[in-house]
T-cell receptor
Framework: SQQGEEDPQALSIQEGENATMNCSYK?????LQWYRQNSGRGLVHLIL?????REKHSGRLRVTLDTSKKSSSLLITASRAADTASYFC??????????FGKGTRLSVIA | GAGVSQSPRYKVAKRGQDVALRCDPISGHVSLFWYQQALGQGPEFLTY????????KSGLPSDRFFAERPEGSVSTLKIQRTQQEDSAVYLCASSPGVNTGELFFGEGSRLTVL
């Protein structure tokens, strides 16, 4: 079963625009992670935010976490065509394995 | 190697055949995970190893699925008597710690059952 639910399911933007993806989850977590997957490839880790953190940055990525609302958002600024991919949030709680959502498919049009 | 390696990348099997999928994790990584990813979906957890011990196999969909990691390094996922619903990408991931932190994924093995 999948705990995280990304929103929107698909997003299409112009190059240079910002892309925001949201993730909601159901149970308490130790950390939340975002991954990226290019078509036909494996997943690549982007960023990890712990349950006691509210915001984290990495290059053009900004992640927020609101544990009271059980939600997170991933912002990609100044998007590029190469950012076209599927983006997944994944949560870890206690001793459980990482549980992934269904993903957001991002298309960045040049 | 530098990353997680999976083989074969593509496998076509006739319904009823047995298949074996191999995963070479990053050297020294303690934790190894198998996930199943259906088309257009997120990865679904299958099973988890800490070294050679299979600590969680709650995600294996049936007793036709079997995984092992006998020496705490290479892992094999075996599917017996394959069925069409087994068609998916099987992803292997490893991590240096004990079920913490980020996962390093392989490129996956795409299984098509005819």
């Amino acid at each position: 079963s999948q705990q995280g639910e990304e929103d929107p399911q698909a997003l299409s933007i112009q190059e240079g625009e910002n892309a925001t993806m949201n993730c909601s989850y159901k149970t308490s977590i130790n950390n939340l992670q975002w991954y990226r997957q290019n078509s036909g490839r494996g997943l690549v880790h982007l960023i990890l935010i712990r349950s006691n953190e509210r915001e984290k940055h990495s290059g053009r990525l900004r992640v927020t976490l609101d544990t009271s609302k059980k939600s997170s958002s991933l912002l990609i600024t100044a998007s590029r065509a190469a950012d076209t991919a599927s983006y997944f949030c994944a949560t870890r709680g206690g001793n459980t394995p990482l549980v992934f959502g269904k993903g957001t498919r991002l298309s960045v049009i040049a | 190697g530098a990353g997680v390696s999976q083989s074969p990348r593509y496998k076509v099997a006739k319904r009823g055949q047995d298949v074996a999928l191999r995963c070479d994790p990053i050297s020294g990584h303690v934790s190894l995970f198998w996930y199943q990813q259906a088309l257009g979906q997120g990865p679904e957890f299958l099973t988890y190893f800490q070294n050679e011990a299979q600590l969680d196999k709650s995600g294996l969909p049936s007793d036709r699925f079997f995984a092992e990691r006998p020496e705490g390094s290479v892992s094999t996922l075996k599917i017996q008597r394959t069925q069409q619903e087994d068609s998916a990408v099987y992803l292997c991931a490893s991590s240096p710690g004990v079920n913490t932190g980020e996962l390093f994924f392989g490129e996956g093995s795409r299984l098509t059952v005819l």
